[in-house]
């Protein structure tokens, strides 16, 4: 986990956006609703897999990414924070996940290595949801979060988008990030799990 802890930095930047916003009169569910449909299309363009559908690809991540920090923002504006907003944001962004990655594999034709990383990536967002169930608190520790992951899903599209040949074992750039989120996802799951359990 390291982009999470910034979440205060990217706060403070998203005055513009949320005053926007509020200007056009959405709600903080409809921008979910839109950061999912970004996420959509961002699926979309990664699975044609050519260098400028990954280069639309990134944009469209890193746009879902800022778009999931303004609805929180919204809502704190308008004083409208609500357990339905929590939870719509937080299923939406499980779908904008499968989104995403589907995409990726669709793009390289590796339907089993992208469900093992789909599934890396739920169980990570699993654990932090069951953990604060249990009433331990939200947990968004570990070697990779959401904020994380976007990143790095923007970052490979740009890669992919110039060099797109197989770099290890067969395996291209994101062959490599879906390698990273099965392995990864699954060990933060477990790494989020472990420190819960010591918890209770």
């Known amino acids: 986990m ?15 956006w949320v005053r926007a916003a509020a200007k056009l009169g959405l709600s903080p569910d409809q921008v979910s609703v839109l950061a999912f449909a970004v996420a959509v299309g961002a699926g979309g363009a990664f699975a044609v897999g050519d260098p400028v559908f990954y280069l639309l690809g990134a944009v469209l991540v890193l746009l879902n990414g800022w778009l999931d ?7 704190r504006h308008l004083s409208v924070s609500s357990d339905g907003g929590d939870l719509l944001d937080h299923v939406l962004d499980r779908y904008a996940d499968i989104a995403i990655i589907a995409g990726f594999t669709a793009g390289i ?3 089993a290595l992208g469900f093992a990383a789909v599934t890396g990536v739920l169980m990570t967002s699993y654990l932090g949801t069951q953990i604060q169930a249990v009433g331990i608190g939200r947990e968004y520790g570990g070697l990779l979060g959401r904020a994380d992951r976007l990143a790095l899903m923007g970052i490979v599209g740009v890669v992919a988008a110039a ?21 990864v996802g699954h060990l933060t799951a477990l790494q989020r799990f472990l420190g819960a359990w010591s918890d209770l």
């Open 2 to 16: 390291t982009l999470d802890q910034y979440r205060s930095v990217a706060d403070r930047l998203l005055g513009p």
């Open 69 to 75: 920090l303004v609805d929180g923002a919204l809502a």
């Open 109 to 111: 034709d590796a339907y």
């Open 163 to 183: 060099y797109s040949a197989p770099l290890v074992v067969g395996l291209n750039v994101v062959g490599l990030l879906l390698v990273l989120f099965a392995v």
